[in-house]
């Protein structure tokens, strides 16, 4: 058993991202495993190492130790090119000239999360055509997926808290990037190869990533590996519903520290939120190892409210 952390150092650390990596820190130290640190600094403008040295603080003072690592992404390009090139002569890829606007007037909104369904723009074009555009502007690389009835294209799995999941890539998806045509390795690929190659067994993570798992699941196998088992949490939310961000500077882990807040309330306030601890409870992470399961986690799937009274007992 072995669980992973992987944040992306753009700012630091928020309650929600906390609350997922709790989760997964109990998560596998429940079973007896371990976990594994990976810094997601793909996107050059998430390339700051004092960022990621902050991260790794605010981690160790919560309590939330790791195994492995820490591995940096931006370290890995001739790794990810590997598979690139693996699904490159198996005939599995193509270019692509879409823009976002282009995919914004020719796709429609798949109904369960909003995403774009990649309609196949690019995916006849000649050789000729692609050498042409090619000239004028570089292409990002597209996956093919089967065919709506084909059922190789058909994805199920068994989340941990959210139950069976099924999903028809060609129907919920499309054939979907693995290189941007800046040439930045897509999340999806670099997820699936880095969790492969480090022995990543459970991915938790929060239920907005919950689509992501069907094409992670068919790259894993594409490329000959076994995928992990997926665990979704609960979302951190504002009252009006807005997701938490890291642009919220007043919940982050760098003001609550500033505040005297300690790591103790932090992880007690968070655990409480899924049944794991009773209100006002201040714990480090391995008081609630024992009494982890996820039975708790998928009774208490509804998005956790961060209102005021919320924030008073965290930092009253």
């Avoid at 999941?165 to 693995?178: I, P, S, T």
């Avoid at 969790?195 to 689509?211: C, N, S, Y």
């Avoid at 996820?294 to 208490?300: E, F, L, M, R, S």
Wanted: proline share 6%; aromatic share 6%.
């Amino acid at each position: 058993m072995r669980g992973r952390f992987a944040p992306t150092p753009s700012g630091r650390m928020h309650l929600g991202n906390v609350f997922a990596a709790l989760i997964a820190w109990l998560s596998a130290r429940a079973e007896g495993g371990s976990i594994v640190l990976r810094i997601e600094d793909l996107d050059p403008r998430a390339q700051h190492h004092g960022v990621a040295d902050a991260l790794m603080r605010d981690l160790e003072w919560l309590g939330l130790t790791w195994d492995g690592g820490p591995h940096w992404q931006s370290e890995r390009a001739e790794i990810y090119q590997e598979a690139i090139s693996r699904l490159d002569k198996a005939g599995l890829l193509y270019p692509c000239f879409c823009t976002r606007a282009d995919l914004r007037a020719a796709s429609a909104p798949h109904a369960s999360d909003g995403a774009l369904v990649y309609p196949g723009t690019c995916r006849g074009l000649s050789a000729e055509e692609v050498a042409r555009r090619s000239a004028a502007r570089p292409p990002s690389l597209r996956l093919r997926v089967p065919a709506e009835d084909d059922p190789a294209g058909t994805v199920e799995f068994r989340d941990l808290a959210y139950g069976p999941h099924r999903e028809v890539l060609a129907r919920d998806c499309g054939d979907f990037l693995v290189r941007r045509s800046d040439g930045v390795v897509a999340y999806q690929l670099a997820v699936v190869v880095d969790d492969a190659l480090m022995g990543v067994t459970q991915v938790v993570r929060g239920h907005d990533l919950l689509p992501s798992c069907a094409r992670q699941t068919y790259l894993a196998r594409l490329l000959g590996w076994e995928p992990p088992e997926y665990g979704h949490v609960p979302l951190l939310v504002a009252p009006d519903g807005r997701r938490l961000a890291k642009r919220d500077r007043d919940l982050d882990i760098g003001a609550l520290r500033e505040r005297g807040v300690p790591a103790e309330k932090i992880i007690g306030s968070l655990a409480c939120a899924v049944g794991l601890a009773d209100p006002g409870c201040e714990a480090r992470p391995d008081e609630f190892v024992g009494s982890f399961s996820w039975d708790k986690i998928g009774a208490h799937r509804e998005d956790i409210v961060v209102d005021e009274v919320f924030l008073d007992r965290l930092v009253r």
